[in-house]
């Protein structure tokens, strides 16, 4: 048996490990592993994901009882402290030997800190280990609770960024503090870096260019920096993100070559200066560079897998250094080279102050090549741009469609994904090449995105490369006449629309029925709420008639708040409200002692109802003549309008009257996402009606029809369906439109996003609603008729039956309410004790 | 608030002391739950009406500290019984209160008995 010691067990370590055991000369390998923190590898990668909702076993790249059943002998708090490379052996901190044949150094790299006086102090903070995520998060909570609020992060470069956003998350006030003149000054120009520096202050950090940080100042722990040009930033707390350096000392005292600025020189082998030590991933300097990325350090375990099994595979002799920023709130990505400028090269931008949008691209002068570019503010290119790059592809005749085009839905400046060469890599970190992923799927292996990750691994390194692998992979399919199919659950092996039509044909009533018929098991909170959003549009049913398939809010007909309270929003049709009607709004919030706030879609929210008192406060609106808004549901929202031409001296039309018409018409239609309309009374557009999922515009002889815009995560404008249409017309189109989109789209998903997985996008869309083209259009304006037809207010319909009215009681067996809600004051209202 | 978890902790069958009634079944709705107030402790009952079967836990979710999780849905994840909670979908096994997101969260489990049309559950105090 040929031993094999691996030293560190971080990512690339780990990576070793996998590609190793995967090889048939494994049989005859005895692995042992150190690795000094407490854990087995974990994702270094998403680890500011850490602070969210994450717990250290979801970052864990595998379980211990992986390395056992593949017999790897794993110590981890175990740290190497000599090589003797004479004897082959190694010594860990308790003084055990080991001993082996082939050495693998994967000691990766550590945070550098420079050597500015006081960073001994308390507060003062690295980003690179789960151990310093929580330090540093408890010290956070510390200051905070002694009303302490203010952190400073040294070094705006990629991980600068990325450890600020976390202490804004943390809820902290956070400074960026950069020596040089711009942000990210490796992968951005200056135009870019101003752009981005824009973007992160109006998120609410601050940045502070050209500082020399003179010294840490506090006495025991760190209240503030000194610069050298004499200004001060006052802080409770440093997180020091000013570059790495490799963990090479092992290697200086194994008496291997090491580089002037440090790191194991390692030749396409990843063998070091003696034959039998190889180094990978960070630590490891290659071509006289030490790689601050997984994709290098993947590529290097596979290599010293291949050659310490007796293979002969090399290291790329180039380095692929293009970055996607993540966790920042912005998008940000630079690829191939950023900044090269000369005669030979011509430099295209786009930038958009007032969108907070910079896009640069080098391409040569003959317009052949893409040599590398910058994206700021928005990347969705990215992938397009990384593989015309990548592959050296032929660019279009006027390469600026490259970044200004393909918005007009023309589609990708790629044409189709599968014209990409077999060779082109999608997954950079696992490095997953066109041909494994379609390959999986055109030999059988394969049949969803979900398999394809399972057994390629592509996407589960940073994740960029999913849209492409998707349209991968649903291409394939289509290419061999198979459909993709997205199903919604371990439940029912269907796809939502398969789920409609089996219910509307097989005339199905209830969920306990569909379940027994079509699916398995006892259902869950994924194709619950689907099914009741289905039986609500077949059969007009309100969320009370099977209430436990609801989603929580629908069951109690109220959207549940941070403290376990409910809000109560009435419908307003239109946003039109009478005096009488808004003091009783006011009266009764008043009454229940309610915080009160306008809400975004013209109507007012009342919020911090107590479960029992939701239908004593309903009781009361109804009584006044309001009705349920189904704020609650995915249903129709607001129709939002402005004044129109009774009151407006440019209105065209009564934007009001038609958007009060509208509301009423589709009010409490559930459907696969929440529905939100506008109606404008001329093109100035003040009921941002395009920002809707339909959005009606009055113009010079009748109104124009937009459809599938929203505002949200990604906002998108509504595209013209239709021009001119009366009243009657534009109505018909919209009873089409909707029924089309709740009888196809997915569970959740908006109109936007479902127009653009729509074949033959808007132009067919316009064929089947305005053309006819399915001959479907008088079934879906008949459907949507019988469900305007059987509206009822489901708050009016639990309030009058007592059966409902028992849902609403916190405990069964009590009157008492729930003792545990408190409040503290907020202006002159109160708000929920935070958590 | 970290106290409040302190209140609740698991209990096997075997250990019960004190089988509380905590009403009769017609009293708790089809495939949800409902909660159950115990000294000053918060139960959630889960009625699995598919399956014929009962389940109790904390009231209280782990995540943030709510008395909410009666309220939320319920449903299997291959074959265990489970419960999601209404204000962010945690979702807990309700055979050992273990978090089925991969997290180290957990929820207490107490065992539920039908005698007579009328639901016990069982506690060591
Ligand atoms: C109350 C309100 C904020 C406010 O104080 O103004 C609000 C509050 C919530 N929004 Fe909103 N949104 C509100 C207007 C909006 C708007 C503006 C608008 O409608 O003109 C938008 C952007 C427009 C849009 O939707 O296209 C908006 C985009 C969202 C989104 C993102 C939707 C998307 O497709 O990206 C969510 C998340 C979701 O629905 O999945 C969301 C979800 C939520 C939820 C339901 C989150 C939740 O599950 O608890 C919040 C419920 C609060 C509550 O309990 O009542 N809210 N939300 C607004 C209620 C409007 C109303 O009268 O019904
Ligand atoms: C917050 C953060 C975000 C990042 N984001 C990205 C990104 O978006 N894209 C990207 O490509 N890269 C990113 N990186 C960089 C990426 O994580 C590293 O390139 C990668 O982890 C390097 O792997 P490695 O195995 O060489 O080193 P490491 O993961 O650091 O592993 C080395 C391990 O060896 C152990 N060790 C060291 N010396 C010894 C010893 N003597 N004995 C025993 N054990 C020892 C260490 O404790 C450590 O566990 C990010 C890094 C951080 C910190
Ligand atoms: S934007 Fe909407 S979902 Fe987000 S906090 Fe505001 S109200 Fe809640
Ligand atoms: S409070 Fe229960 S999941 Fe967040």
Redesign the interface.
């Given at each position: 048996m040929k031993k094999v010691i691996v030293i560190g067990n971080g990512m690339v370590g780990y990576k070793f490990c996998e590609k190793l055991v995967s090889r048939s000369e494994f049989k005859e390998i005895r692995l042992t592993v150190f690795g000094e923190e407490p854990r087995p590898a974990y994702d270094r990668v998403h680890l500011s994901e850490y602070f969210n909702?994450?717990?250290?076993?979801?970052l864990q790249l595998a379980s211990r009882s992986w390395y056992e059943s593949h017999n790897i002998d794993l110590k981890t708090t175990t740290m190497i402290s000599t090589i003797d490379s004479i004897h082959r052996t190694v010594t860990d901190h308790k003084g055990n030997t080991y001993c082996y044949d082939k050495l693998v150094l994967a000691t990766g790299s550590y945070p550098f800190v420079p050597p500015i006086p006081g960073a001994d102090k308390k507060g003062v903070f690295v980003y690179r280990t789960i151990e310093d995520l929580d330090a540093i998060k408890s010290y956070a909570l510390k200051l905070k609770e002694n009303g302490r609020s203010t952190a400073a992060v040294l070094g705006g470069g990629l991980l600068g960024l990325e450890a600020a956003n976390a202490g804004k998350e943390l809820g902290l006030e956070t400074h960026v503090v950069e020596f040089a003149p711009r942000l990210m000054p490796r992968q951005l120009d200056d135009n870019a870096s101003s752009m981005l520096a824009d973007k992160i202050t109006g998120m609410g950090l601050g940045i502070h260019l050209n500082k020399a940080t003179k010294h840490i100042a506090g006495d025991d722990a760190i209240t503030g920096l000194a610069f050298a040009d004499d200004t001060f930033l006052s802080t409770d707390m440093l997180i020091i993100s000013a570059g790495i350096r490799p963990r090479d000392q092992l290697a200086v005292s194994a008496g291997l070559l090491i580089g002037e600025r440090g790191g194991i020189t390692v030749d396409n082998k990843m063998q070091t200066s003696n034959p039998d030590i190889y180094a990978i991933g960070e630590v490891a300097l290659y071509n006289n560079m030490v790689y601050g990325l997984v994709a290098p350090g993947y590529e290097m375990a596979e290599v010293a897998a291949d050659q310490i099994c007796g293979g002969d595979k090399r290291m790329s002799p180039s380095i692929d250094m293009s970055t996607q920023l993540k966790l920042i709130g912005t998008e940000v990505a630079s690829f191939g080279d950023p900044f090269i400028e000369n005669e030979s090269v011509s430099v295209i931008t786009y930038e958009n102050k007032q969108k907070g949008i910079y896009k640069r691209i080098n391409i040569s002068k003959d317009g052949s090549k893409l040599l590398g570019g910058i994206l700021v503010g928005d990347s969705s290119d990215y992938n397009t741009l990384f593989q015309l790059y990548l592959n050296e592809m032929k660019l279009p005749e006027d390469p600026e469609v490259l970044i200004l085009g393909s918005r007009d839905g023309a589609g990708s400046a790629l044409g189709n994904v599968l014209d990409l060469p077999e060779t082109a890599q999608i997954c950079s970190c696992e490095s997953v090449s066109k041909g494994s992923i379609c390959g999986a799927i055109l030999e059988g292996n394969c049949c969803s995105v979900k398999d394809v990750i399972t057994s390629t691994k592509a996407t589960t390194g940073c994740g960029g490369c999913k849209p492409m692998v998707s349209d991968l992979v649903t291409e394939t399919l289509k290419s061999m006449g198979k459909t993709v199919k997205e199903t919604i659950c371990?439940h029912f092996e269907l796809n939502r629309q398969e789920l409609y039509d089996l219910v509307k044909v097989k005339n199905i009533q209830d969920y306990?029925t569909a379940?027994n018929e079509f699916g398995k098991?006892?259902?869950?909170?994924i194709c619950?709420?689907v099914l009741a959003s289905i039986f609500a549009s077949i059969h007009a049913e309100t969320a009370n008639r099977q209430?436990?398939?609801q989603?929580?809010?629908d069951?109690?007909l109220a959207n549940?708040q941070?403290?376990?309270t409910y809000s109560v929003v009435p419908r307003v049709p239109g946003g039109e409200i009478t005096p009488d009607k808004l003091m009783v709004l006011g009266a009764i919030a008043k009454k229940y002692d309610l915080y009160t706030k306008i809400t975004g879609g013209q109507r007012i929210d009342l919020f911090g109802a107590q479960?029992y008192e939701l239908p004593l406060i309903w009781k009361e609106l109804i009584d006044a003549g309001f009705e349920s808004g189904h704020a609650y549901g995915k249903a129709l929202r607001t129709v939002k309008s402005c004044v129109g031409s009774t009151w407006c001296r440019y209105g065209m039309h009564e934007s009001v009257t038609f958007a009060i018409n509208i509301e009423n018409r589709y009010r409490g239609i559930r459907s696969p996402h929440k529905l939100k309309g506008g109606v404008s009374g001329c093109i100035r557009e003040c009921a941002e009606a395009r920002g809707k999922d339909f959005g009606i515009i009055a113009v010079d002889g009748g109104w124009n029809l937009y459809v599938c815009g929203n505002g949200g995560a990604n906002p998108k404008h509504a595209i013209l369906l239709a021009e001119q249409l009366d009243d009657e017309t534009c109505i018909r189109y919209l009873d089409r439109f909707l029924m089309f989109y709740i009888r196809t789209a997915a569970p959740l998903m908006r109109t936007a996003p479902w127009l653009e997985k729509l074949d033959g996008g808007i132009e067919y869309l316009k064929d089947v609603i305005i053309r006819d083209s399915l001959g479907i259009a008088g079934e879906l304006e008949e459907e949507m008729e019988s469900l305007v037809d059987r509206y009822t207010c489901e708050w009016k319909q639990a309030i009058e039956d007592p059966e409902i009215a028992k849902?609403f009681r916190?405990?069964?067996?009590?009157e008492?309410p729930?003792e545990?809600i408190s409040y503290v004051p907020l202006r002159d209202q109160k708000m929920p004790k935070p958590? | 608030m970290q106290e409040?978890l302190k209140k609740y902790n698991s209990v096997k069958t075997f250990e019960v002391k004190n089988w509380f009634r905590?009403?009769t079944i017609d009293?708790?709705?089809?495939?949800?739950g409902?909660?159950?107030?115990y000294n000053d402790k918060?139960i959630a009952?889960f009625n699995?009406t598919?399956?014929n079967t009962w389940y109790a836990c904390q009231n209280l979710c782990p995540?943030?500290?709510?008395?909410?999780l009666s309220?939320?849905?319920?449903?299997?994840?291959?074959?265990i019984?489970?419960i999601?909670c209404?204000?962010?979908?945690?979702?807990f096994s309700l055979i050992d209160g273990k978090s089925l997101g991969?997290?180290?969260?957990s929820i207490s489990v107490y065992p539920v008995k039908i005698e007579d049309e009328n639901v016990y559950i069982g506690f060591t105090d």
């Open positions: 909702e994450t717990g250290a076993d979801d371990e306990d379940l098991g006892h259902g869950c909170e619950k709420p209430p436990a398939i989603d929580s809010n069951k109690f549940i941070r403290n376990g479960l849902r916190h405990f069964i067996n009590a008492d729930d545990n958590w | 409040l905590a009403g009293q708790f709705p089809s495939d949800s409902a909660c159950v107030k918060q009952v699995f598919r399956t995540h943030r500290l709510e008395m909410v309220r939320g849905m319920t449903g299997d994840l291959n074959d019984p489970k999601a209404p204000l962010h979908k945690k979702t991969g997290d180290d969260l």
